[in-house]
């Protein structure tokens, strides 16, 4: 059973431009939550999808959206890239429907350094 | 605003010793309270959470205790294992909502 997968694992882009990751849930997990890690930092919640909705946000700006597919999968688009937007994305499924736990499934996450 | 801290970036213990790691948060309406650890090049890995109805819950080797009244969340490592040397992470998760929120973290070094 693969646990959450994501891709790419590093990534280079220069400010201004624009980046796509994706991510692959666990098997039978239905809600993917995006995170990003700055270095020494906990993962910031960025926003999460369920039913190929957008459930909930954090506190990021519209530059960064996402999209959630019929078999869960998800990306994440970061728009206008900033020095600022280097950090490690991590992705985190989940099963909800039951809501007996919220316990996560995080993938390895995509390095992103933005030069 | 929403946070959740730590008390102290880095815990030494000997191997084999107990370790405790404190976590304070802000938020006073959380449905529940999680502890991840984190290595190197790896994402969080769930290790035990409580409810906001329950003061204690035991897992294997960990305990996570909870005090409301001080809003404070600790987690015991028994007889800690050069396995267990990673980021630990204290979140939660405010009630009705599904976003979690992560502290700092704690590294924990054991040494044998």
């Known amino acids: 059973d693969a646990g959450v997968t994501q891709s790419p694992t590093h990534l280079i882009k220069t400010r201004g431009q624009q980046v796509t990751l994706r991510c692959s849930p666990k098997s039978g997990h239905d809600t993917v939550s995006w995170y990003q890690q700055a270095l020494g930092q906990g993962p910031q919640f960025i926003f999460q999808?369920?039913?190929?909705?957008?459930?909930q946000r954090g506190n990021f700006p519209d530059r960064f959206s996402g999209h959630q597919f019929p078999n869960y999968s998800s990306e994440l688009n970061v728009n206008a890239l900033l020095l600022g937007d280097s950090a490690l994305y991590l992705c985190?499924?989940?099963?909800?429907?039951?809501?007996?736990?919220?316990?996560?499934?995080f993938g390895p996450g995509t390095r992103l350094t933005v030069t | 605003g929403e946070s959740v801290g730590l008390h102290l970036p880095t815990l030494s213990v000997q191997e084999g010793d107990n370790s405790i790691i404190n976590c304070a948060y802000s938020n006073s309406a959380s449905d529940y309270f999680i502890w991840y650890k984190q290595e190197s090049g790896k994402g969080p890995q769930f290790i035990i959470d409580i409810r906001s109805n329950m003061d204690k819950r035991q897992g294997q080797r960990v305990t996570v205790l909870l005090n409301k009244t001080v809003k404070h969340l600790s987690l015991q490592i028994a007889a800690t294992q050069p396995g267990d040397s990673a980021v630990y992470f204290c979140a939660e998760i405010p009630t009705g909502g599904f976003k979690t929120i992560f502290g700092a973290g704690t590294r924990l070094f054991v040494k044998a």
């Open positions: 985190a499924s989940s099963f909800m429907r039951l809501l007996t736990t919220y316990e996560q499934y």
């Open positions: 999808y369920y039913e190929e909705e957008e459930r």
